[in-house]
């Protein structure tokens, strides 16, 4: 055990020999000096240690504080973003009665509303970030904490076994001493008698003057004493050497001695002497007899994210999703914490108590244009539609961009609306029959009015289409029965998708009313009005405008695309309607049984 300590406080300190060299070579002993210099230098690196933790608290309820301003402003910034709104809508409501009134003051005033609005939830969202890499900081801060305390921990049970070895070797001293002895015999003892006698009263104030001496010259002789009738220092005499020995005169007998002496103190003596546990003067293999087992301290590790779903794995081993509270042996374990779209977090801790660790997921960037593209194939060999990857993450939807969701699991949008001819293939492989071929008949709009068709249907309209258009006069309950065979097909699950994870792959990342900005333009998309060949006149050809950053097709406009919600939710508007009910938060209800031709579908395939 002796060397074995060294080499901890020589890994502690790199002012001292590298472990690695110890481990092969002859270690010498540490003193209590350089265990009380180690201890120093540590006791500093605590407090300054101390002072950053503080510091970063402060830094965290700054932000804590800035974050609930934003909050509180956030509500005030909504409030007034409404009763503008509810301004401009009674303005416009005047605009009838009153052709020459004054918008623009109600213009601005919502305008300056929504642009307050949005600096609100930018500021939000970088408050929040600032506010978690504070708490992964701060982790990292207490982590190192704990560490130092483990350290000088270690440290302070390194300098009681210097001391325990320094008075080791303080103790097993040999010396030879000189003394002188007279005694005055009794009457009744022979010469002999009163020689022997002389000489062990001699030897005996030798072994005392040799024992005093020792105890003078430790270096903790003070403590020492207080101690020193609960032990035998086991002093032994091994040569003496007799330079004077007879009658001073008539009654008295002189002898003088030369005695050398050593110490054979017990190897718990020190600690007794020093008053400390007596494990510090023994080996750790020495102190385990019996055949015990050496008892293993188990301490609770409480571990968080800043993310649901994720999963934990420690040494390898996997415990599930935070939250999570485990228990584990002391020493040092690798945490291993990941989430599908999010950069792993790894971490190794040296843990010697209950531990709590903050983990912060980061999120994986989105590159426009970055999503994969693939396509299932059908049992006839044939392509099933083409398909896009929208990854996992935090996105934000909604009116003026003000709700944050997030995506656990990447899925896949169809690159485009289903066609004419995508759909025709599951038709001639089925026989369906749709919705609106059941009832003869389609809706259509004419003159902002919603007008049947009689004995339309998908194959005819009312519209020209071609085998690349969008289909059209498709109920939900039709988009769901293709959705259905399409996985029997491809043995992969597709759907239709939600509100949420359609308006998440239209917007592609962008906070702007349409995917590439706040103002519509003219020939940007098919809508009513929109300034194309196709507006307020039937569907384009899939494609036939730009793709979105995620590379998805005819997200705004061309036709309204049906959403899994069971009250008829559809998405994205139409060539028969005006571009302000084609922004990504747009809605229109439609009876999930019915059908019309400004109504098509887009799938979702999950991963």
Known sequence: MRQALPALLLALSPCFIPFTVLATDAIPTVTVQQADETLQ???????????????????????????????????????KLKQTKKALDRDYGRITNEPDFDLRPSQGA???????????????????????????????????????????DRLSELKVRARVERLR??????????????????????????????????????????????????????????????????????????????????????????????????????????????????????????????????VTLTIRSNQYQDKVAIDGVRYGSTPLDIMLPVGSHMVTIEKEGYRSFHQ???ITGD?????????????????????DALKNRSKAPEMVVIGSGQYLVGENSAKQVTV???????????????????????NYQTDAELKKICTTVEESQIVPITDSYWRNPGIKQGANSPVVCISQTDAIAYTKWLSTQTGFKYRLPSETEWEVAAQAGSQSAYWWGDSFGAGQANTGWGGTKWSNISTSPVKTFAPNGFGLYDVVGNVWEWTNDSKGVTKGGSWSFSPNQATGYSQLFIAPNTAANYVGFRILRQL
Request: hydrophobic share 35%; with cysteine.
């Open 41 to 79: 230098s540590k006791k500093t690196e605590m407090d300054a240690s101390a002072k950053q933790v503080a510091k970063q608290k402060t830094a965290i309820k700054l932000a804590q504080d800035k974050q609930s301003q934003l909050e509180k402003q956030s509500i005030q910034l909504d409030n």
């Open 110 to 152: 919502y305008q300056s509303a929504w642009a307050d609005v949005k600096a609100n939830q930018k500021a939000r969202l970088e408050s929040e970030q600032e506010l978690q890499e504070l708490y992964a900081d701060l982790s990292l801060f207490e982590v190192d904490q704990k560490r130092l305390n483990a350290d000088l």
């Open 169 to 298: 070797s303080e103790l097993n001293q040999q010396d030879e001493l000189k003394v002188s002895f007279t005694n005055v015999c009794q009457d009744d003892m022979t010469i002999a008698q009163c020689a022997d006698q002389t000489k062990n009263l001699a030897l005996q104030k030798a072994v005392s003057r040799f024992q005093s001496q020792l105890i003078a010259n430790t270096s903790e002789h003070k403590t020492i004493k207080q101690h020193l009738e609960n032990v035998s220092l086991n002093i032994h005499v091994v040569g003496q050497k007799v330079s004077k020995d007879g009658f001073s005169d008539e009654t008295r007998y002189q002898t003088i001695l030369d005695v050398t002496m050593e110490s054979r103190p017990a190897k718990n003596t020190p600690c007794k002497l020093l008053d400390v546990e007596s494990s510090y003067c023994f080996d750790e293999s020495e102190v385990q007899t019996n055949g015990q087992i050496k008892e293993v301290q188990w």
């Open 348 to 350: 190794e801790l040296s």
């Open 355 to 375: 531990h709590t660790l903050r983990a912060v997921l980061r999120e994986k960037e989105n590159v426009p244009h970055s999503g994969r593209k693939f396509a």
């Open 408 to 430: 656990d699991k990447a899925y896949a949008m169809s690159a485009t609306p289903i066609t004419v001819a995508e759909f025709e293939t599951f038709i001639n492989d089925t």
